[in-house]
């Protein structure tokens, strides 16, 4: 183990952090945070989480504080969170123990627009913190760097472990892909110029808070009776969906990226209790992507998180045309007409590039 300087320091570190969507979904997890199959993401560009740390090393210190404030403002529920996190941490960062802690974050998007911030914020903490650590004790290899930061995000929120990388992420162990694990993601590169800059609409069809946190909805997966299946469906489905984002084949590819979606709604509707998250506006955007896509032709295709509302995806090419399908026939389905456009992004930065 590295040897902890004996001398006081000060400093800062900030990181900004988009978040993800997934196209394969993590639904189902052991401790600590080992997800129950593979998931594969692709990461965002609009909706980021900037956060900045000033610290005070002090090795004589045994009694470091902590201060949090999100956008500007005192937040004891997240302070308290992030408090637990952060002792979580002091294995795999040792340093963090003789550390006081001031932390700013802000999201680019609406708080309160119903879209997890999880993810960015997860990634945007953890990287900061695994810079604070090359900080005081010096910079690791660059792949050392990206894998603990991907590591201590997961360890935050799972689908936060994609988020470190740029375009497609995949996290999770899958023998048909080399270099795949479950405690961080890495990058996957190997893609048709088709998928680049890939479009995403969020729609909002709710904001409010979901009825079962994700949290929950993981945990009832342990009694599933369609958990198997579900978790062979999501291996094979990784599969698939790697050779058509190589092939540049959107026909398989919005076949499984739909199938994914719709099966995560299926394990919730048939979790013991059940529950439904989406809402009639839910299903009538579905059906209008269908239909408008076997009208047309054109590329676009739906995914689901964990809620109500609907993130339309479709080629960059396609964008001008799919945009006016949005607003003749989808905008009267979402919560004040309000959507986030968003595409696909190149991944975590410093701000300011400091
Ligand atoms: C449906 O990553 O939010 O968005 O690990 O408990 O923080 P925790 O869960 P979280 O779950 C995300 C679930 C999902 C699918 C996905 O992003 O893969």
Redesign the pocket.
Known sequence: MQEIPNKALTGSVAWTCPS???L????G?REV?IPKNP?L?MTLREARTSTGIRFSYDPASDAPKLRFRFEGRESPVFEKRIKTYIKGMESLVPVLKFCSLEIDSENTFPHSAGI?S??SA?GALALCLVQLEAHILGQPDPERFWQKASCMA?L?????S?SIFPGFSLWGRSDSWEGSSDEFAIPVQNYHDTFKNLRDYILIVESGEKPVS??A??KLMDSNRFAGPRFDQAHSNLILLLSALKEGDWESFISIVEEEALS?HAMMMTSQPGYILMQPGTLSILHKIRSFRKETNHRLCFTL??GANVHLLCADADAEVVEAFIRSDILRYCENGRVIVDRMGQGPYKPGGQ
């Open positions: 993800n969507i997934a394969i979904k993590y639904w997890k945070q998931s993401s997890a999880s993810a997860l997961r935050g929120s799972g689908s936060a994609r994700s949290s909805g993981h995560l998180d964990a």
